[in-house]
């Protein structure tokens, strides 16, 4: 399927007629987009950890409970996750420099509003918009690199904008503990003002308006309707079936609203004219495995992360800002290895780069699942730079393969997809890795208690200090003696490692699967991306 782009009302002074794309100066310059668009995909990632750091603030300053401060998270995930397709499409069909410049400039609005809210409903509902606005840029960076950047370039820059969301992803924590520690919770909002008011800046200023020529005309508003319900089913189930239970009937219920609302939709969308996803992309083999590698990508790197944070934190009792800095290996190698992995997929193609990293990555979380209480930090960074090895070339190689794969007046749609594959991932990733983690400790934490020679515990006693234990935390009670409360803090502690490395192997058998699943990738059809743009 061939397409081509036009440039729709260019700024004063442009000398871009409709039809060619010429770029003049830094105007349209695809280096110059790639640094833009990066500013604000910069903000979305920066957000995803950097509150997670502010939550016991936020629950101090403002009274909240404990299920309120989990919305503070939950809420951003959901609406960012069930908006990311439909947000992609209004890209393919307004333009992608609109559908940016609109989700930066309400990301930083609703990120102050977050900083300026007296009460934790309000944080909730702004977070909400935060997801929303998130999910409006992120498929629209995608868009313009994709229509800026030719073929031999693509993939460059796609590493470049890979790296600043690992970095960000990673660097959260780090610069989250310190403007919580020094400044106070709401500075973790209000550091997107102004980051925001810069990418509007130089999005103006920049950015070219680039839209295919056979772009989408309507919208399929019951096929958005169906896919945003069975999104939201699905995501819903994942976030609650830790509370819930795995073998609850509300989280099956979810789950199978979400199974009927996707076959739902998948009908609907062969009768439409213009469907929101033509189902026909994913008769693409790469595309439909860059998607379920994004996925499987995200199980093991977003999952296993989650537990490494409880252990740095309450096993070997770090800050959150030394804890963000033993994972610098991690995000330092991700930041080297991201430009490194898009020139190798340039000249080798993403088969062999996408398979060694997921081999790497599988690497690194059977050696993550080896750590022990008293484990160095040399051993440590270790296994975080090779973890960081090993995403690199999948979050650039994924990327591409879906994105360079899809049709150029679906590149928006494309870029949802591949967003949205990763946020299912990581919700799936914790929810699933929970579970292990969860049954591992609830199976061993009485033999380990008794073995210790502790006192007996009640069933109530049994479930809070099951709870404890799943995220490092020993379960002293006040006043406990020294020696009975270091039986306990071993005893918890050891269970939480068991637990973590039956997690981390599960982990390391996601990517094993998706090593096989790489081998089905290759290069898309970028010929028509960035035809005509100048200079390079």
Not at 378 to 403: C, D, R
Not at 417 to 445: F, P, R
Not at 496 to 507: C, K, N, R, T, W
Request: proline share 5%.
């Amino acid at each position: 399927m061939t397409s081509q782009t036009t440039i729709d009302k260019p700024g004063p002074g442009d000398g871009v007629p409709s039809g060619s794309a010429p770029a003049r100066g830094l105007r349209g310059h695809p280096w110059v987009t790639l640094v833009t668009v990066a500013v604000g995909v910069m903000m979305v990632a920066l957000d995803g950890t950097i509150v997670a750091i502010a939550n016991p603030a936020i629950q101090n300053d403002l009274g909240a409970s404990l299920a309120d401060v989990q919305w503070i998270t939950n809420a951003y995930f959901l609406a960012l996750a069930v908006a990311l397709i439909t947000a992609g499409k209004l890209g393919d069909r307004f333009g992608h420099r609109q559908t940016f410049l609109i989700g930066v400039a309400g990301f930083a609005v609703s990120s102050g509003a977050i900083g300026l809210s007296g009460s934790i409903g309000a944080v909730i509902v702004f977070r909400v918009f935060q997801g929303l606005f998130g999910a409006l840029l992120m498929p629209a960076a995608l868009g313009l690199l994709r229509a800026t950047f030719p073929a031999e370039k693509l993939n460059m820059a796609i590493g470049i904008w890979g790296m600043v969301i690992g970095a960000s992803t990673a660097g959260g924590p780090i610069l989250g503990g310190v403007l919580v520690e020094h400044v106070n919770w709401q500075s973790v909002f209000f550091i997107n003002v102004p980051v925001g008011i810069l990418a509007v800046v130089l999005g103006v200023l920049i950015l070219l308006d680039h839209r295919a020529e056979n772009r989408p005309r309507s919208f399929d508003i019951l096929g958005i309707v169906l896919l945003s319900a069975s999104m939201f089913a699905l995501v819903w189930a994942l976030i609650k079936a830790p509370e819930w239970g795995w073998g609850s009937g509300q989280t099956w219920l979810y789950i199978i609203g979400s199974v009927v609302g996707f076959a739902l939709f998948s009908f609907w969308e062969t009768k439409v004219r213009e469907p929101l996803i033509p189902l026909a992309m994913f008769r693409s083999v790469p595309l439909s495995a860059g998607v379920v590698l994004m996925v499987l990508m995200a199980i093991a790197f977003m999952g296993g992360l989650f537990f490494v944070t409880f252990y740095l934190q309450n096993v070997h009792g770090m800050s959150p800002v030394d804890a963000g800095l033993h994972l610098l290996p991690l995000t330092a190698m991700m930041i080297v290895a991201s430009p490194l992995a898009g020139a190798a997929i340039t000249k080798v193609g993403p088969r062999i780069p996408l398979a060694g990293g997921m081999t790497c990555t599988a690497i690194a979380m059977y050696g993550i699942s080896t750590l022990q209480t008293d484990s160095g930090s040399g051993v440590m960074s270790l296994w975080f730079a090779l973890l960081g090895l090993g995403l690199a070339p999948v979050m650039v190689g994924a990327t591409e393969v879906i994105v360079g794969n899809a049709p150029m007046e679906l590149s928006g749609v494309a870029g949802g997809l591949q967003q949205a594959a990763m946020q299912i991932g990581g919700s799936l990733g914790t929810a699933v890795l929970g579970a292990v983690m969860a049954s591992k400790v609830d199976s061993d934490l009485a033999g380990n208690w008794a073995d210790a020679g502790l006192p007996e515990l009640s069933p109530a006693q049994a479930h809070q200090a099951s709870e404890a234990v799943q995220v490092g935390v020993a379960p002293v009670p006040p006043g406990t003696p020294a020696e009975i409360a270091g039986k306990i803090s071993d005893v918890a502690h050891d269970t939480f490692i068991s637990g973590m490395s039956l997690a981390s192997l599960v982990a390391a058998g996601v990517a094993v699967v998706a090593v096989a699943v790489a081998f089905l990738t290759r290069s898309g059809d970028n010929a028509e991306a960035g035809a005509g743009m100048g200079h390079i």
